[in-house]
């Protein structure tokens, strides 16, 4: 996703990697709710297996969502995790984000649903809550060794029902490409603040050719909206699933776009649309006609290859000038679930901790979804991983020291929140609504979607 536009996967998914523009096409909870309000009235008998003979091997099924890539990387896994378990069948079911969630919905509520499921943080709580998942914590899955902050992303009063699959950041990424074609020195990010961003992003436009902007615009993912209140001093959400902010939190933040784009900072609105629908590799960042761009840590490889340029991963900038002060995260790109209705858990718990926890399936997933939580694995194979990718590496722990505390869980009904801020942005860009306006009327659906 470009962060200030979207989230992440092979072009720009959730928090990681996903199939070209699939980030803005992203479903709202509602089919979700649906299916699994009807599967807590269907009979708790069965489960995702295949049937199996009593003396044959256990089939397990397995469900992602990806590019060619990543089936090719999470093939490559299955193959090893098989070769050291010939009892355990895994057999893959996978496709594009578009149409993950409405597959997944439909097979919870008939009572099929795969045993393990790729699950998404905007979705986990609305699963979870609906006894969907399964409480990992029950089983044998060693989680010493994984980081903290996205074990914990994964835990809920329902118990640990997602273990982290990859961890990633909130970033700006930088072209030194199109700075140094301006004349203008590349930022401090450990210094800088949103002011130093805006006369920064303003004075690259100015010294450019016309087309070329300093920055993207934020404002179409809820991401870019949790940095600002985090910065000043609330939350997106609480712990007890409610809105952490005020109407006028939301619109001092859309206040601040108005200001970068009456200054050129960022492109005009029209651009702004036209971006939006733009694969990752026609983004500004790729094509050189955005110095700064808000994406996703784990997304740089994918924007460096397609920009052919050495792009820089740089902090927020804070309202203070320390980067103690950014507020950033250890953002789960996806978990490893498992239904909760699985006839073979403990054959599933064991493919969940081998994905997690041994170099073998680290070897072949590498970074394709996000910097691996396991900080053992993710030193034992820094040495196959790409430049880019370690360069990521790099970035998640130089900022461990700085990150502050983990955001509450989006509560269910939060898959439709980035819609609502996206279609309000454009509201604000093209002037159709004021920001007080625009501020009230987010932050009134906001809290119909999470609380109906």
């Known amino acids: 996703m470009q962060l200030f536009s979207r989230p ?60 060619d890539k990543r089936a090719q990387l999470t093939q490559e896994a299955i193959k090893q995790f098989e070769a050291e378990n010939p009892n355990i069948k895994i057999k893959p079911e996978f496709g594009d984000w578009s149409g993950y969630w409405d597959k997944l919905a439909t097979q919870v509520a ?41 074990l914990n992303a ?34 401090d990010d450990s210094t800088w603040t949103w002011e130093d961003f805006e006369k920064i992003a303003s004075e690259v436009t100015a010294k450019s050719p016309k087309g070329t902007y300093g920055a993207a615009a934020y404002g179409t993912d809820e991401a870019s909206l949790g940095v600002w209140l985090r910065q000043n001093g609330k ?39 036209e971006a939006e629908a733009a694969p990752l590799d026609q983004s500004g960042l790729a094509t050189g006609k955005n ?3 808000f994406w996703w840590s784990n997304q740089a490889p994918a924007l460096e290859k397609a920009s052919g340029s050495d792009l820089k991963i740089l902090r927020f900038p804070t309202k203070t000038g320390s980067s103690a002060d950014a507020e950033l995260w250890y953002k789960a790109s996806q978990f490893w679930s498992a ?15 081998f994905l997690a926890n041994n170099v073998k399936a680290g070897e072949a997933l590498l970074a394709d979804r996000g910097v691996y939580p396991n900080s053992e694995v993710r030193a034992a194979i820094e040495s196959k991983l790409t430049p880019a990718d370690v360069k990521v590496v790099k970035f998640i722990d130089q ?10 869980p989006p509560p269910k009904g939060a898959g439709a929140i980035q819609e609502i801020i996206k279609r309000y942005t454009s509201e604000v860009l093209f002037e159709r609504l004021s920001t007080d306006e625009a501020g009230k009327k987010a932050y009134d659906e906001m809290k119909s979607a999470i609380s109906s």
């Open 8 to 67: 992440a996967s092979a072009a720009r998914q959730p928090a990681e990697s996903r199939s070209p523009g699939a980030a803005r096409r992203i479903r709202k909870t509602g089919v979700v709710a649906a299916a699994a309000a009807v599967v807590m009235a269907l009979s708790a008998c069965g489960g995702g297996s295949s049937p199996q003979n009593a003396d044959g091997p256990v089939e397990l099924r397995f469900s992602w969502w990806g590019g």
């Open 291 to 293: 110095a700064m761009a």
């Open 339 to 353: 239904s909760s209705r699985t006839k073979h858990p403990e054959e599933t718990a064991k493919f969940i901790d």
């Open 235 to 273: 939350s997106l959400y609480t712990s007890d699933g409610k809105l952490g902010f005020e109407p006028s939190d939301i619109s001092e933040w859309w206040a601040f776009l108005k200001q970068l784009s009456e200054n050129k900072a960022v492109p005009t609105a029209s651009e702004v649309v």
């Open 110 to 150: 008939a009572n099929d649903a795969p045993d393990i499921i790729q699950m998404d943080e905007k979705y986990i709580t609305e699963y979870s809550s609906r006894g969907a998942l399964l409480d990992l914590s029950k089983y044998e899955i060693d989680t010493s060794k994984l980081d903290e902050a996205a």
């Open 399 to 408: 900022i461990k020291d700085e990150l502050g505390e983990a955001p509450a």
């Open 154 to 187: 994964g835990k809920s009063e329902d118990g640990l029902t997602g273990i982290a699959a990859g961890i990633n950041a909130a970033t700006i990424l930088a072209n030194p490409a199109v700075f140094e074609a301006a004349g203008v020195a590349m930022p």
